[in-house]
Structure formats: structure tokens, C-alpha cells
């Protein structure tokens, strides 16, 4: 494991402030000089792009279900070359995927990348009790190390120094604290935080005012020190949940272009899993369902990934020349992968939360409904239920699902059977037909490296009309 200095910044629960402290340190440090990498724990696509904004470094995702036993080295290749890795929680310090303890928690991930852990609590309506509250965290996990904390919305000096002490006579630093800095919220909406390609140009005033804030209230010195002096562990435990084979590249003559959908209306990809393709020989080309007219020259494959296309419905709706030269690529066969809100996209119909009817790119024989109650969330395992442009029938993929759509397809093409992290049977999703396969499902290609391969070997094959073997 590499020497570069890491911490992760937890909460005792949602709302407390994880991804406004933990985006702040990232830009203090990075406005001093400093080369800082960021992380989230779990699923998350919002919260990175506040950290990538923040650092100016492309922030990873450390997902335990998603990443499996390529997350220490996902971690590893993404934090070479920083002087600070900075990892985001998820949730409470303690909650991880249902039913199966603290399995993919943020201390799981603290003690599988050996980082101390720098608490978040909320003071908010209490005094010494904020003692016992860390104390319990500090002693529920001997694996988890508790490197000092940050008081989030103190109310005064007077609460500052009542609640310092009693945290302090612990053996546990008090490194920080901030009021309500309620300028400082981050908007939010149906699927949480609005996306930071949304907010234009007052990303940057933003992050300057969220710096100067932890400026003010964190003793950023000591953080640094805590996270340098404490030292990762020399042998992190690994998830037991290992990849069934590796997977190499497939044989090609030359790098085939990847179409991937990027603007303000679909921003949700990992970068680890685009890295992927690119290492097996993806030329990533962005385009915009927004704004261009057409695709890239020279197409292979097109990955529409999700976002908030029910937020931009209309001027979707209207670019009728994107969905001609997305027909235009179907028809010729290019490989099309499509999660979520790419789904959505590529149906026939989509109906916004108002009740109006938008015309899709019509790849999809199906119409989709936005509603106001979440329809589907959490760990998914799929079985793909016939051959397509990933894998085979009968093979497994573990993703997420998170949506407040609903979809009914005009005839059946189930891409998957669904079941819950724990074997819960979910029934059927998303949709296969000849070279399309569109899902609620997300994936990270990172995790399970064979789903890019096969996904280029389709496009080898559509551009060179042959079959490419693997190594």
C-alpha cells in the first residue's frame, strides 16, 4: 500500500454536514497548494462532483458492492500522485448495505484503505452528551480508528467550550468547528444535491467562500498532521467477495471511438469505469444530447449514462436531429449501453412531473412516467436473462438503482432478473434488442472489467465485421 496520506471524513448520520465540510477541506487545502484526491464512499454521482470542482482532480467512488476487490487498488492508482486523499463517508460512520452489518460502510472502507476516520457531529441542541455520542462511535469497532472531530452547527463560545471539553477529556481532538453557515447549503432536489454542471459560473465564488469558512474554523494543520503521522495499515483486509476471472482486453487493430453522453442533463459515470474502457482501447468522445445535432465522427459504441434528463425534457425532446443520428447508429448496428436516466431517454415517451408528454429518442419501445414517489432503490444483483452487448445469458452484475420513474415497455425484452444485496427477489428490469441494452441498473465497468471488454468486442466486431477473441 502507497505512503500517500489519507483520511475519511464521516458523520454520526445523514445531515450533518459530510459533503459541505469535507468539499471545503478538499478546497482549503487545494487554494494552499496542495494536490488533494477525493473519494466518496458508496454509489454516490453528486457528491464527486462537488470534490472534482473543489480539487480540480476527477474524484472516485469507494463502493464495497460495485468495486468488489479492485476498491484498494482503485484507491491506490487515483490517490498516486497526491499530497492528501480525502475520502467522503456515506450515511452514518456504521451503516452499510442492508442486512449485512457494516459491510460496505464508511468504516469498512476506513479500515480496507487503513485511514483514520475525522467524525462530523452535529452539536445542534446539545452539550456534554456530544461526549457520550463519540465515545460510542470511538469504541463500537477496534478496527476503526478515530483520529479527532469537527463540530458542525455550534450555537456559541460558551457551547463551543462545554462541548470541547467533555470530547476532549475523551483522549479525542476537537479539530474544528463550524455555525450555521446556512449560505453555505447546497441546493437539493428529488435525487439529493443538484449536480455541480447545473450551477454554471457560481462554482467558483462557491468554492472561495466554502474555503475561507473552513479557513476560519478548521485547524487544517492538524488535520494534515493526523492524516500523515497516523500511517496507512501494511495489510488492509480484503472484501471477500472476489471477481470470478480476470478479464483482458480484446484483440483490436485499432482504438475504437466511445460516444458518451456528457452534459447538464446526464452527468452520472465513474471514472474508474470509463478508465476501463480506455485501457482496453476506448477513445472517449463526450457529446451532448443537449446541444449537438450529431454524433462524433466515427462512432463505435455510445454509452448514455443517467443524470436529469426529466429536468430538461423539452430541449431533449426537441433536438430531433441527435435522435436521427442516434437511429441512424442503431441501425448500423453500433453497440448502445444506456443506465437510468439514459433509459429514460431512449424511449418512445416520456411524461414530466407536470403531466406533459415528451417525445424520446424512440430507440426503446416503451414510455416513461416521472412520479413523486421513488420508485426503486438500493444494491442490485441482475442476471442478464438473454446474450447482449455486455455478457451472456446466465451471467451476474451487482449495480444500484435509484429513481423516481416508472417505465412499461410496449413489448418485453427484459434485460434482467433483479435481486437485493441480500437475495431479495425484485422481479425484472431494463431492456435488450440486438444491439441495444438499456436498464435502471448503474454498473461500474471497474469492478467487473469483463462487461467493457465484451461491450468493445461488440464494437470491434460491428466495425470490423469480425469476431474478436480475447487474449
Not at 483514520?116 to 465515545?135: E, F, G, K
Not at 435522435?323 to 448502445?336: C, E, F, N, R, T
Request: charged content about 20%.
Amino acid at each position: 500500500m502507497s505512503a500517500v496520506p489519507r483520511l475519511l471524513i464521516a458523520g454520526t448520520h445523514s445531515g450533518v454536514g459530510k459533503t459541505t465540510i469535507s468539499t471545503g477541506i478538499m478546497a482549503a487545502l487545494a487554494a494552499r497548494g496542495m494536490t488533494v484526491q477525493g473519494f466518496k464512499v458508496g454509489p454516490d454521482y453528486i457528491d464527486p462532483s462537488y470534490h472534482t470542482g473543489a480539487t480540480g482532480r476527477v474524484s472516485r467512488n469507494l463502493d464495497v458492492w460495485l468495486l468488489r476487490d479492485q476498491l484498494v487498488p482503485s484507491f491506490e492508482r487515483a490517490a498516486a500522485g497526491a499530497d492528501l486523499a480525502v475520502v467522503e463517508g456515506v450515511m452514518g460512520l456504521y451503516d452499510g448495505i442492508k442486512g449485512q452489518k457494516s459491510t460496505g460502510s464508511s468504516a469498512h472502507v476506513a479500515s480496507l484503505i487503513g485511514a483514520p476516520v475525522l467524525l462530523i457531529v452535529d452539536v445542534r441542541s446539545t452539550a456534554y452528551s456530544a461526549a457520550a455520542l463519540v465515545h460510542g462511535f470511538a469504541s463500537f469497532d477496534p478496527k476503526v480508528k478515530l483520529g479527532g472531530v469537527i463540530l458542525n452547527r455550534v450555537g456559541s463560545e460558551s457551547h463551543l467550550e462545554m462541548v470541547r471539553d467533555a470530547i476532549e477529556s475523551l483522549g479525542i481532538p476537537v479539530l474544528g468547528h463550524l455555525g450555521k453557515e446556512e449560505q453555505l447549503t447546497l441546493p437539493e432536489r428529488h435525487l439529493g444535491l443538484v449536480p455541480l454542471a447545473e450551477r454554471g459560473k457560481e462554482q467558483k465564488e462557491y468554492f472561495n467562500q466554502l474555503a475561507q469558512v473552513i479557513e476560519a474554523g478548521v485547524d487544517l494543520e492538524r488535520v494534515v498532521e493526523m492524516a500523515k503521522n497516523w500511517g496507512p495499515c501494511s495489510t488492509p483486509e480484503i472484501h471477500p467477495n472476489r471477481l470470478e476471472q480476470e478479464q483482458e482486453p480484446p484483440v483490436k487493430r485499432e482504438r475504437v471511438r466511445i460516444a458518451v453522453a456528457r452534459d447538464e442533463a446526464f452527468s452520472f459515470y465513474y471514472q474508474d469505469a470509463l478508465d476501463v474502457l480506455e485501457s482496453f482501447g476506448a477513445e472517449i468522445v463526450d457529446f451532448s444530447p443537449l446541444h449537438d445535432q450529431k454524433l462524433p465522427a466515427g462512432t463505435g459504441g455510445i454509452f448514455i449514462g443517467g443524470g436529469f434528463p426529466e429536468s430538461f425534457l423539452d430541449q431533449l425532446s426537441s433536438n430531433r436531429p441527435l435522435h436521427l443520428s442516434l437511429k441512424q447508429a442503431h441501425d448500423q448496428g453500433v453497440p448502445i449501453y444506456a443506465e437510468c436516466g439514459g433509459l429514460m431517454y431512449l424511449c418512445r415517451e416520456i411524461t414530466g412531473f407536470a403531466g406533459e408528454r415528451f417525445a424520446g429518442a424512440g430507440l426503446v419501445p416503451g414510455s416513461c412516467v416521472m412520479t413523486k414517489r421513488l420508485q426503486g432503490m438500493g444494491y442490485r444483483k441482475g442476471v442478464f436473462l438473454q446474450d447482449n452487448i455486455l455478457g451472456a445469458k446466465g451471467e451476474s452484475v451487482q449495480g444500484h438503482e435509484f429513481h423516481y420513474s416508472s417505465l412499461k415497455y410496449d413489448r418485453e425484452g427484459w434485460a434482467y432478473s433483479l435481486s437485493t444485496a441480500n437475495g431479495e427477489v425484485k422481479g425484472f428490469d431494463g431492456y435488450i434488442a440486438k444491439n441495444i441494452l438499456g436498464s435502471y441498473l448503474h454498473l461500474n465497468f471497474a469492478g467487473n472489467p469483463g462487461l467493457a471488454s465484451n461491450f468493445l468486442a461488440a464494437c470491434y466486431k460491428n466495425q470490423e465485421g469480425a469476431t474478436w477473441a480475447s487474449r
